[in-house]
């Protein structure tokens, strides 16, 4: 999603995401297919995972300053739809509750959207926020509050929240981000953007997967990687390292993509080829099609040759 400014990333195993997890009852794991953000998968009934994702004890805005709210989220269940929530400070006089005197939720209406499983949405509140993005927006029209709700009253907390309701073990969706954009504030004419993208704790990260270790392989013979899963269409380095027993051998690697795991096909250039004795043969690809690939490593010389190892790092 383009939002004009206010990206803030915030990775799963950071202090600050503590904070941003409240209360919640669900912690986040990492999606295992490589899909950006925080999943949260319910297992036990009554759990539910709150995002207090604006905290304004120490801010001033009011119900009415906020022109939307919005969140990037991928359902893996559409029985269980998150909500945005707005909780506005205590006057000591009619809250509705001692923390908060209002709470004004927005919530899915079944019956005036059509949403399917496995889509990446973006769900919105209020009035649509500007910004840029392919991906379909889904507003949240079911409008309920406890209290007044006026205008007037300065916010103390938005979250983002799963429902109590989805049923244990089928409840499954992953949130990518979350954020808010302002009207045009009084005091300087200025529009608030904030937009906080959840990211795992290996987002960052750099790692290495060894494919083989000392495989030795005859002439003509061919070595063939498990199948590996792409990881964010990142560019991914492929280490040959080999050790010839007799003469100057070729070991041929070749980079073979797929996207249903079944059909695989060879990248262009096909094949990448090592001859010294002992080093590594380094070679970066990069194809964001391809949802997996494979590494075929053959011997085209006419003695034994050693695979010492092959790797992959992104």
């Not at 406890?146 to 949130?175: H, K, N, P, W």
């Not at 964001?288 to 003695?303: I, L, R, S």
Request: charged share 25%.
């Amino acid at each position: 999603m383009d939002v004009k400014n206010g990206k803030y990333n915030l990775r799963m195993d950071s202090e600050a995401s503590v904070s941003i997890l409240g209360d919640s009852t669900i912690q986040p794991i990492t999606n295992l297919d490589s899909n950006e953000g925080w999943e949260f998968k319910k297992t036990v009934a009554d759990t539910k995972f709150n995002l207090f994702y604006y905290n304004g004890v120490n801010e001033n805005l009011k119900v009415n300053d906020m022109r939307g709210l919005f969140s990037r989220v991928l359902l893996n269940d559409i029985s269980d739809v998150p909500y945005f929530s707005i909780y506005t400070k205590p006057t000591g006089q009619n809250d509705a509750q001692p923390w908060y005197h209002s709470r004004i939720n927005w919530e899915i209406d079944m019956s005036k959207v059509y949403l399917t499983s496995a889509e990446q949405i973006i769900l919105w509140c209020k009035q649509k926020p500007e910004f840029t993005s392919d991906v379909r927006p889904v507003e949240l029209t079911k409008r309920t509050t406890d209290g007044v709700g006026a205008d007037d009253e300065e916010i103390l907390f938005i979250t983002l929240s799963s429902t109590t309701v989805g049923v244990a073990g089928q409840s499954d969706m992953i949130i990518q981000n979350v954020g808010y954009q302002t009207q045009e504030l009084d005091i300087d004419d200025s529009v608030v953007n904030r937009n906080w993208v959840l990211l795992d704790p290996d987002a960052n990260a750099f790692r290495t997967k060894i494919l083989s270790d000392n495989v030795s392989l005859d002439s003509g013979e061919i070595y063939l990687s498990p199948t590996q899963t792409k990881y964010n269409n990142k560019m991914i380095s492929f280490i040959l390292e080999c050790e010839q027993e007799f003469g100057l051998g070729v070991l041929e690697i070749t980079i073979l993509v797929s996207n249903d795991d079944i059909e695989y096909i060879p990248l262009i250039p096909a094949a990448l080829h090592t001859r010294t004795l002992g080093q590594n043969k380094t070679v970066s690809v990069k194809d964001t099609n391809a949802k997996y690939f494979k590494v075929q490593v053959e011997n085209t010389h006419e003695t034994l040759e050693k695979l010492k190892s092959l790797s992959y790092s992104y």
